[in-house]
């Protein structure tokens, strides 16, 4: 199948509306209501419509170069030597994707269900596969306090990118949580909390 490359001016129509949406974003509005983003990017509101007919695929948009490179830090903590090292650095990039993108904060945190662009499901696939090996192998080498599930590890992530949003700045306060995070489900942890 040929596919037709997309006019120079839908490709400048499509920039602006995302540079638009990004701009919204950054300033705390995360709504991306169609016709508000048609007027910051100044084009049509069915040019906005065209590119990204729901808020979810604008989102989604907004969220793939994060999405993208934290994929990038995956793959890189999945070739660590030190599968301590591998965990400390996932969960570093999942933090601070999360607290510096909301967009894709909102996209991460939801279900696969919700998902409308193919490219975010194969994201998610991936960042699954990648999270599974490097919190496999910190297992196998007792790493990880044995009682320790993945759903227990995504909802302490979430909890701590809720705990860092809490007033100050973020960014000050990644290393400190990640430490009493990677504390809380090393498995000196279970060893001291006796359930090792």
Same mark, same amino acid.
């Given at each position: 199948?040929?596919?037709?490359?997309?006019? #120079?001016?839908?490709?400048?129509?499509?920039?602006?509306?995302?540079?638009?949406?990004?701009? #919204?974003?950054?300033?705390?509005?995360?709504?991306?209501?169609?016709?508000?983003?048609?007027?910051?990017?100044? =084009?049509?509101?069915?040019? @906005?419509?065209?590119?990204? *007919?729901?808020?979810?695929?604008?989102?989604?948009?907004?969220?793939?170069? &994060?999405? =993208?490179?934290?994929?990038?830090? #995956?793959?890189?903590?999945?070739?660590?030597?030190?599968?301590?090292?591998? @965990?400390?650095?996932?969960?570093?990039?999942?933090?601070?994707?999360? @607290?510096?993108?909301?967009?894709?904060?909102?996209?991460?945190?939801?279900?696969?269900?919700?998902?409308?662009?193919?490219? &975010?499901?194969?994201?998610?696939?991936?960042?699954?596969?990648?999270?599974? #090996?490097?919190?496999?192998?910190?297992?196998?080498?007792?790493?990880?306090? *044995?009682?320790? =599930?993945?759903?227990?590890?995504?909802?302490? @992530?979430?909890?701590?990118?809720?705990?860092?949003?809490?007033?100050?700045?973020?960014?000050?306060?990644?290393?400190?949580?990640?430490?009493?995070?990677?504390?809380?489900?090393?498995?000196?942890?279970?060893?001291?909390?006796?359930?090792?």
């Amino acid at each position: 199948m040929v596919t037709t490359p997309r006019r #120079a001016d839908a490709v400048r129509n499509r920039d602006r509306v995302l540079a638009s949406a990004r701009l #919204a974003v950054a300033t705390g509005d995360l709504s991306l209501q169609h016709n508000e983003i048609a007027r910051r990017a100044g =084009t049509g509101v069915g040019t @906005v419509y065209r590119h990204f *007919p729901t808020r979810r695929a604008l989102l989604e948009a907004l969220a793939e170069d &994060s999405f =993208t490179a934290l994929l990038d830090d #995956a793959r890189a903590a999945s070739r660590q030597d030190d599968a301590l090292a591998g @965990v400390r650095m996932l969960l570093r990039a999942l933090l601070v994707r999360q @607290v510096t993108d909301p967009a894709f904060a909102e996209v991460i945190s939801s279900g696969p269900e919700q998902d409308e662009c193919p490219q &975010s499901s194969a994201h998610r696939t991936e960042l699954d596969d990648l999270a599974r #090996a490097v919190l496999g192998r910190a297992r196998q080498t007792g790493a990880l306090r *044995p009682d320790l =599930t993945d759903d227990d590890l995504r909802h302490l @992530v979430c909890g701590t990118v809720f705990a860092l949003r809490l007033g100050g700045t973020p960014d000050e306060r990644v290393e400190r949580y990640l430490r009493v995070l990677l504390d809380g489900i090393g498995a000196g942890a279970a060893a001291a909390d006796g359930t090792a």
